[in-house]
């Protein structure tokens, strides 16, 4: 077995989810990648009913708490920039009941990586105070609730 200190986003299957398949493992720029690399499975995860897309995002963000913070553990360094399961569930929270159009997706991750990289208060709030597998998550959960709340916004209007 391998030491927890060895262990890479490549052999171990935490790491691996944690680092979202692999995306996070960009040596620049692992949060936005993480994001693209969030939305294939979102394209599936839109084909789902609303009720069942729900459930979905409330395990993986379960899951995610878990995942980032075993990682986060194994690795020696909270929130290692390469986990990026967060970035996963943001994103498809920002998605919720948006009708799948590539306009909207680009929209979405605009907001979404806007929010999560500026930190407006309470994100940042939480980032610095809250610790663990909940701390990396709850950040991108709420940046993806502000992004969710101004594309539903935009799509009202329209």
Not at 8 to 36: C, D, E, I, Y
Request: glycine share 10%; net charge neutral; hydrophobic share 60%.
């Amino acid at each position: 077995m391998t030491q927890p200190s060895e262990r890479r986003w490549n052999n171990h299957w935490v790491h691996f989810l944690a680092f979202g398949f692999g995306s996070g493992a960009a040596p620049k720029a692992p949060g936005t990648f993480g994001t693209v690399a969030a939305i294939p499975v979102y394209l599936l995860l839109a084909q789902l009913p609303l009720v069942a897309y729900l459930v979905v995002l409330v395990l993986a963000f379960a899951l995610g708490v878990y995942l980032c913070g075993q990682a986060s553990k194994d690795m020696g360094v909270h929130d290692h920039g390469g986990i990026v399961w967060d970035e996963f569930v943001g994103f498809w929270i920002t998605m919720i009941a948006v009708p799948v159009h590539w306009t909207l997706i680009v929209v979405g991750f605009l907001l979404f990586r806007f929010f999560d990289i500026i930190k407006p208060f309470p994100i940042g709030w939480l980032d610095k105070r809250v610790h663990g597998g909940l701390g990396i998550m709850i950040d991108d959960v709420i940046a993806g609730l502000f992004a969710l709340a101004i594309l539903q916004l935009i799509l009202f209007l329209l």
